[in-house]
T-cell receptor
Framework: NAGVTQTPKFRILKIGQSMTLQCTQDMNHNYMYWYRQDPGMGLKLIYY???????DKGEVPNGYNVSRSTTEDFPLRLELAAPSQTSVYFC?????????????FGPGTRLTVL | DAKTTQPPSMDCAEGRAANLPCNHSTISGNEYVYWYRQIHSQGPQYIIH???NNETNEMASLIITEDRKSSTLILPHATLRDTAVYYC??????????FGTGTRLTIIP
């Protein structure tokens, strides 16, 4: 299994541009998540999904959109990039069960908005 | 999820046991203690979790006090590759993890 894969690894955007961060998992996990991590800080949850067709906001959803049309894919969309969105973005997936939930993370996408 | 308190940084000599403390005095009865680590620039990696009993796996041991108000992650024989930020997280086993700033562990040769 490849686990959780993310593309691209790096990206530089100009203010106002849009882009989609891709995330794919091959573990048949029903839960998927998007986090962002600013320098020296912990991860903050942007959006999450408990299954295809179901998404919900996390702690910092403003400026982002998500969709979940398949179990495997959970893309994150930035519509109007702003410098405040400069961050490292991590996608994760899990299969909660029996009161426990272990999340598996991708390698991250490093985004700079200038 | 309840809050946790971890020291911001720790050093440990290579080959020694690394003991990382975590205080969680307001933990709820059905909250699990999870540990993740993040090696520089990589995605976080799950290490271990527990509810009441001590746990051990191939990576580490988790010791939870009887009153569950604190825990210790033990890396029995630390190597340079264990240098990372370690996060102690409380979770009910649902979908949301709340990451603090963790403990930056540096293994010294």
């Amino acid at each position: 299994n490849a686990g959780v894969t993310q593309t691209p690894k790096f990206r530089i955007l100009k203010i106002g541009q849009s882009m989609t961060l891709q995330c794919t998992q091959d573990m048949n996990h029903n839960y998927m998540y998007w986090y962002r991590q600013d320098p020296g800080m912990g991860l903050k949850l942007i959006y999450y999904s408990v299954g295809a067709g179901i998404t919900d906001k996390g702690e910092v959803p403003n400026g982002y959109n998500v969709s979940r049309s398949t179990t495997e894919d959970f893309p994150l969309r930035l519509e109007l990039a702003a410098p405040s969105q400069t961050s490292v973005y991590f996608c994760a997936s899990s299969y909660p069960g029996q009161g426990t939930d272990t999340q598996y993370f991708g390698p991250g996408t490093r985004l700079t908005v200038l | 999820d309840a809050k946790t308190t971890q020291p911001p940084s720790m050093d440990c000599a290579e080959g020694r046991a690394a003991n990382l403390p975590c205080n969680h005095s307001t933990i709820s009865g059905n909250e699990y203690v999870y540990w993740y680590r993040q090696i520089h620039s990589q995605g976080p990696q799950y290490i271990i979790h527990g509810l009441k009993n001590n746990e051990t796996n191939e990576m580490a041991s988790l010791i939870i006090t009887e009153d569950r108000k604190s825990s210790t992650l033990i890396l029995p024989h630390a190597t340079l590759r264990d240098t990372a930020v370690y996060y102690c997280i409380l979770n009910f086993g649902n979908e949301k993890l709340t990451f603090g700033t963790g403990t930056r562990l540096t293994i010294i040769p």
